[in-house]
């Protein structure tokens, strides 16, 4: 029962006591009977003042509990008048005031937090006491190839894709580099904070492609320059000695000519092969800056499939085309996206069996192309290295295609990727 109920209940039987007594009073005594009338009504008017004074303090509490109840900072509570229910309404007052500036400063300090997180160039996923993704910045939202609406609520091993499998196996407090066949490197590190006494784990991803592009261009474009000026010019001259050595054949008995000839002219020729391997590398330095303009991507790929259609009816290629009906229109330079698909559809006709089957596909969602064959598939030891500066898994590969493919991309400011699953090698490159 309510303490205001109680004050009520007291109040009702004292005077209906007090008016039984005075009821039982001889009727003789009539000033005795008045004086306790007058003692009742005025014992009435001083139980409701003080009923008023108890509850109205009553009425404020009780809102302010409804207030704290509903996350309520805003609402100060009046004074009373009566001195100690004023100092409680002081110290309710002091109290609402530290708890709305507190929610002030939490929200300004998940604000900045939640700005600083989506501005970060570094991959953030914060996952829930179930591994399930809490929240995603923008970032990682693009290394891992979807969309926030998708990734809310997912497990990482419900993402499709090699970065989310990889990322899935982290232990709690270790970092690790992840390779994604050779196209893309990232460090990947997962810990945990503590917040209102329960642990919630995240994710960083910080790509490492820019930084390792740079050194590994510095390095292979000092030495291609340097193998380039000494190969040519030692060639040059060992060709000019080599051309005014066979004019003295003549001097030699008849029988010899022939093989001398031969064999200087085979000398020459392999310094010419030479020269052109040393060109082949200096032209991976040499790419010039892309002319962008904007072009259909469909009417690229079918140019380009046009072009090999004659390589791949030597192996019966079974060639699909998996293109959006309406154009789409990017900006790129032509002449070199156009190489770049040359060396990827080149790279598959070479894995495919006969009658394999390729691939060509564009989408709008994400903007992308993509070539996939069922061929022999690439290894996790050979993936990793595949975009390394002319490594080549063929035997007398030297590994140019793939070196010049990615130069030209990462001038675009293209993403792409590399992998085989299910008996498919994809590579796919993202146009935005």
Known sequence: M?????????????????????MNLPTSKTYVI??????????????????????????????????????DFNTRLAKTGHKEMDRLIGVYNQMIDQLREERIRQSEKHYTLDKLIQASPSGIILLEEDNRISSVNTAAVRMLGTNTETLIGMLLSDIPGQLANEIGKLENGKAEVINLNGSAVYKCQKAHFVDLGYSHYFIMIEELNDEIYKKEKNAYDKVIRIMSHE????????????????????????????????????????????SSVISNFADVVKIPEPIFERYDIN????SVQSLMDAEGRQKQVDWKLDLCEEEIPVDMDVEQMEQVLINIVKNALEAVEVNGTIVLKSSLSPLSISVADNGSGISKEIGQHLFTPFFSSKK?????????????????????SLETDGGWTTFKVFLS
């Open 2 to 22: 309510k303490l205001k109920n109680k004050f009520i209940f007291f109040s009702i039987i004292i005077h209906l006591a007090f008016v039984f007594l005075l």
């Open 34 to 71: 008045i004086i306790g009338e007058v003692l009742i009504l005025l014992s009435i008017i001083l139980s409701v003042w003080l009923y008023r004074g108890i509850s109205q303090p009553a009425k404020f509490i009780s809102a302010g509990i409804e207030a704290i109840k509903d996350q």
């Open 231 to 274: 190969t040519n010019n030692s060639i040059g001259a060992i060709n000019s000695i080599l051309s005014t050595v066979i004019n003295f054949k003549d001097q030699l008995l008849v029988e010899n000519r022939e093989d001398y000839e031969n064999a200087l002219n085979v000398a020459i020729n392999r310094n010419k092969a030479l």
């Open 299 to 302: 009417k690229l790929i079918r």
């Open 396 to 416: 007398n590969g030297q590994g140019i295609g793939l070196t010049l493919t990615r130069e030209i991309l990462l001038n675009h400011h293209f993403r792409f």
